[in-house]
């Protein structure tokens, strides 16, 4: 709900501890007011009410955290707990709401936050993650010099914060409230480090294309000193430090082409802020600012994003705190710091904290193959891009939420990890028969029939289960006799060990005989068939052993004979989202798939996209579902803004003329 323009902002305050003192006191600077204070301790929460009224706010109430979020006061939340408090705090604050102020960093690991940035988005309701420094005049300053070339070209920055605590005692200190270095103070250096290369890159956010780090990793297993070595795309360079037991200048250098600029205090808190500028042919020279009270800023900001009825402020938008977030567990995992709730093996909750279920209204479409006794969303989800337990469980819950029941893996993905982080998931959800799992296995070298049994049984344990719904031989051995792979598939049916069975990147021929021999031998036959298919006519395949079903031929035997298709790269490896003409800078996508036949279907399905209010991409996956044969595409998002994206395609219903034009044929 948007707040009107020049109106007082009230805040409540979540979580009472030392950083909420300091907003606390910086407030009264802004249009902001504390009405409400919540914590999970009323002593603590009455005792900062009580501050709260030395400072000029004698109305604020003290009570618990759904207390604050329930009184009509409140406009926005500041929320100052400690790391793993914020997701729980975030969810239910935009439920209610409220605008959302969170301290850094927005969550422990990169799934949470495109959990929250989601939430966000989807409510309309603003969230900013609270780097005071992203609000301060020092660094629109700075930035201002990086992109007018003030240094030249930037190629090297140093950032480091890091101080020394005594005892290892407290949060800092404790796995179980995410402590350490990185997460609490490196999130400074880090984000400078982004937003300085992002603005001398000329781009809006930016990763590092390559992060190597090492640290220490303290007797209470939590960081207490950390270094990486960071290289952006166009080749600029960083040193970020960062400890709990050792001091360090807490300063930023910037090292360009022609000088240098050095900022004594970057996170732009304290006195003397400055910025040192140094180059050749000219006088060294220093801007300097006032302390500004800071975190009356960034109040200030939230406000103007809620009263303009938007989701996030410029300063510090969503898409970069999600840039930071997975940062943040790239140098944590380079340390291999990793906390116990988050380990492989760990019970991982949903980030709501409540029971997993579809969320009623959802466009998800389903079918049915016969002998899986399930039906399964016309989606399937590939589970091998994430890349942590935490990751793919934010993910899949997603994927669950908004309908899909279906998951395709393989023995060999990530050796092995991502079958374990699946199987993981689905036993934390309890929910292994409502999923359909597709199980691939024999792929090349191993493809025989004595690999497959062990593949299939190495899958199974792996993901702890029986069972596959659906197992598919990932590629084909013509070596091999077909009867030997329909025998032993057989075989591996009736003991219960495969509901369904079939073949990825056969040959149509080959699936035939495989058929025949089933006939004439009391066999189960290949139910299933998973080759590349989609809008775009393949002329070859991005990898070896692959097979395609692009060509009018194919496209005919599979309406003949009406045999399911789990289509794989159905959106062509991107060719709907990225492919141009003057574009030959990806070699793959250009060989398999630039013709002038497929960019004037690229050309049609964004003039149909055009006509249903949505990208080219779903166009080409509502082709794909609109096929007269069963299809079950498969898609791998790597995030949930990703999955949300290509779920579009299923609120596009094509008709048969429509499906035909779009292939050239009408």
Not at 35 to 52: H, I, K, N, T
Not at 183 to 200: F, I
Not at 622 to 635: D, E, I, K, R, S
Request: aromatic share 8%.
């Amino acid at each position: 709900m948007a707040q009107q323009s020049g109106t007082t902002t009230g805040w409540a305050v979540l979580g009472p501890g030392r950083i909420a003192r300091t907003f606390l006191r910086d407030l009264h600077a802004s249009s902001g007011v504390v009405v409400a204070v919540g914590s999970s301790d009323p002593a603590r929460s009455v005792a900062f009410a009580e501050e709260a009224a030395e400072h000029g706010y004698p109305g604020a109430t003290a009570g618990t955290y759904e207390e604050a979020l329930a009184d009509p006061r409140v406009d926005a939340v500041y929320i100052a707990t400690v790391h793993t408090g914020h997701a729980h705090l975030v969810l239910a604050a935009l439920e209610a709401g409220k605008a959302v102020l969170c301290e850094k960093p927005l969550a422990v690991d990169h799934g949470t936050a495109m959990v929250l940035a989601d939430a966000a988005r989807q409510a309309g309701v603003p969230l900013i993650e609270a780097f005071v420094y992203r609000f301060h005049p020092q660094t629109f300053a700075l930035l201002d010099l990086i992109r007018d070339g003030a240094i030249g070209e930037v190629r090297h920055i140093d950032a480091s914060f890091a101080f020394r605590v005594e005892e290892r005692q407290g949060r800092l200190f404790d796995q179980a409230t995410a402590g350490g270095a990185i997460l609490d103070v490196g999130c400074y250096p880090l984000t400078l480090a982004a937003q300085v290369a992002a603005a001398a890159s000329g781009v809006a956010v930016i990763e590092p294309a390559d992060l190597v780090a090492s640290g220490t990793i303290g007797e209470t297993g939590v960081d207490e000193w950390a270094v990486a070595d960071l290289v952006y795309p166009g080749g600029i360079t960083a040193t970020l430090r960062t400890g709990v037991r050792i001091d360090d200048r807490n300063d930023l250098t910037i090292v360009g082409s022609r000088g240098r600029i050095h900022l004594p205090r970057p996170y732009a808190v304290g006195d003397d802020l400055a910025i040192e500028i140094a180059t050749t042919g000219e006088a060294p020279r220093t801007i300097t600012f006032r302390d500004d009270a800071p975190y009356a800023l960034e109040a200030e900001a939230t406000a103007r994003v809620l009263a303009s009825g938007g989701v996030e402020a410029p300063e510090m938008t969503l898409d970069e705190s999600l840039a930071a977030a997975r940062t943040l567990d790239r140098w944590r995992a380079a340390i291999g710091l990793r906390y116990p709730f988050e380990a492989e093996d760990a019970d991982v909750p949903t980030v709501s904290g409540r029971p997993l279920a579809a969320l009623p209204g959802t466009p998800m479409r389903y079918g049915e193959i016969p002998g899986v006794g399930k039906r399964i969303s016309r989606l399937i989800m590939g589970c091998d891009n994430q890349p942590d337990l935490t990751h793919a469980s934010a993910l899949f819950d997603h994927f669950v939420e908004h309908g899909g029941n279906a998951f395709d893996t393989a023995w060999q993905y990530g050796r092995g990890a991502y079958e374990q982080r699946l199987g993981r998931w689905i036993r934390n959800r309890g929910i292994r028969e409502d999923v359909v799992v597709v199980t691939k296995g024999a792929h090349t070298p191993f493809c025989d029939p004595e690999s497959l049994s062990r593949q299939l049984l190495e899958s199974l344990d792996r993901q702890g289960t029986d069972y596959a719904d659906i197992y598919l031989m990932h590629r084909d051995n013509p070596d091999v006799p077909v009867g030997e792979f329909v025998d032993v598939l057989d075989e591996h049916r009736r003991a219960g060990r495969v509901h369904v069975y079939g073949v990825s990147n056969w040959s149509l021929e080959r699936f035939d005989e495989a058929n025949a021999y089933a006939r004439a031998n009391g066999r189960f036959e290949l139910g299933i068939l998973s080759n590349h298919f989609g809008l775009a006519e393949a002329y070859d395949v991005p990898w070896a052993g692959c097979r395609h079903a692009t060509d009018p031929a194919s496209k005919r035997w599979l309406e003949d004979r009406q045999v399911p298709l789990l289509p794989w790269s159905s959106q062509a490896r991107g060719f709907f989202a990225r492919a141009r003409p003057d574009f030959t800078g990806d070699a793959e996508l250009v060989r398999c798939y630039y013709s002038d036949d497929n960019f004037e279907r690229l050309r049609r399905a964004t003039q149909l996209g055009d006509e249903f209010g949505v990208p080219a991409t779903a166009v080409a996956l509502a082709y794909v579902l609109a096929q007269p044969f069963p299809t079950f595409p498969l898609f791998g998002p790597r995030t949930i803004a990703e999955a949300r994206s290509s779920m579009t395609g299923l609120t596009v219903e094509l008709t048969p003329e429509q499906v035909a034009w779009l292939d050239l044929r009408g």
